[in-house]
């Protein structure tokens, strides 16, 4: 299926291609009306220059994509480092001197990304009089519940409350995230009480 104007109902809508050749023979899903167009040309493949932030590390990866694909912040792309391919998160896009929320491929000359598959997790973790610095290192799609426990840093934790990188405070018991969306688990022991 491609999206044309219809010569016959003038609106632009959904075409099914029923040939391909030198040109394309199209059906009008509207009003059935069966004619031809030339072959759109085949979309140029970019390859674009990526920053990849893994915690402390940065490295120059690149990202290949279609010279009309818009690519905005928070997309989740893939990234080639030499032989290795790493799942991101689009965190900042350069467009020539200026920095965008969203662009065409084709004018972006940059983009910041964050690794996700596998990403650390901070947890501040309360013991009455003191806080606990812990860090887990899990996968990007694991999910963590307000209010269930886990085994994080070797300490058995509950999740009072969990800060997003893109958002609010998470309080309300049984609210879940991914673990890449999170900047920072705030709980407490298993075991003692929250001490309010």
């Known amino acids: 299926m491609i999206s044309i104007v219809c010569p016959v109902c003038k609106e632009e809508c959904e075409h099914q291609v029923l040939r ?4 394309l023979v199209v059906q009008c899903s509207e009003c059935g009306q069966v004619h031809r167009i030339p072959r759109p040309p085949e979309p140029e493949i970019l390859t674009i220059k990526a920053i990849v932030s893994q915690e402390t590390e940065s490295q120059v990866c690149s990202v290949e994509m279609l010279d009309d694909e818009v690519v905005s912040l928070g997309d989740r792309i893939v990234a080639e480092c030499g032989d290795e391919v790493f799942g991101v998160e689009v965190t900042g896009i350069e467009a020539g001197p200026k920095r965008v929320r969203r662009a065409k491929a084709s004018e972006v000359t940059t983009l910041w990304t964050r690794g996700i598959e596998q990403v650390v997790v901070k947890a501040s973790i309360h013991t009455g009089r003191t806080t606990i610095p812990l860090y887990q290192t899990v996968e990007g799609e ?7 426990a886990y085994t994080f840093g070797g300490r058995r934790i509950r999740i009072s409350h969990i800060k997003l990188r893109d958002g609010p405070v998470m309080r309300k018991e049984g609210w879940k995230t991914f673990a890449r969306r999170v900047k920072r688990i705030y709980g407490y022991l298993e075991g003692r009480s929250q001490g309010r």
Not at 20 to 23: D, P, R, S
Not at 142 to 148: D, H, L, N, S, T
Request: cysteine-free; charged content about 45%.
């Open 20 to 23: 391909e050749a030198a040109e």
């Open 142 to 148: 694991e999910e963590f519940v307000v209010g269930e």
